[in-house]
Nanobody, 122 residues
Framework: QVQLVESGGGLVQPGGSLRLSCTAS????????MGWYRQAPGKQRELVAGITSGGGTNVADSVKDRFTISGDNAKNTVDLQMTSLKPEDTAVYYC????????????????WGQGTQVTVSS
């Protein structure tokens, strides 16, 4: 019904930058929020940053001064600009969307991308 396609991961040296992008497509009536989560080996998945359709953002303290989230409601996209990357940022990053479907506008459903690997290493 809904697909999230991510791009932009890769290998970067400490102090470098990467930009992750995610596009949602399918039978979308509206998207209430989109965001990025990450999961490092042996750790639980955690919220990195989220943005609502109204433009409100929520950014994890660990990345607040280094990562910026932005979204485009018309294009159903969300981007995560990551700067000053650290080895501890290494993880699989997942795009998330809270979607209202065309087939049933009574409820909101959660969708996830397949994940994109970000590795910060010299």
């Amino acid at each position: 019904q809904v697909q999230l396609v991510e791009s932009g991961g890769g290998l970067v040296q400490p102090g470098g930058s990467l930009r992750l992008s995610c596009t949602a497509s399918g039978s979308i009536f509206s998207i209430n929020a989109m965001g990025w989560y990450r999961q490092a080996p042996g750790k639980q998945r955690e919220l990195v940053a989220g943005i609502t359709s109204g433009g409100g953002t929520n950014v994890a303290d660990s990345v607040k001064d280094r990562f910026t989230i932005s979204g485009d409601n018309a294009k159903n996209t969300v981007d995560l600009q990551m700067t000053s990357l650290k080895p501890e940022d290494t993880a699989v990053y997942y795009c998330h969307a809270a979607v209202v479907l065309e087939e049933d506008i009574r409820y909101q459903y959660d969708y996830w991308g397949q994940g994109t690997q970000v590795t910060v290493s010299s």
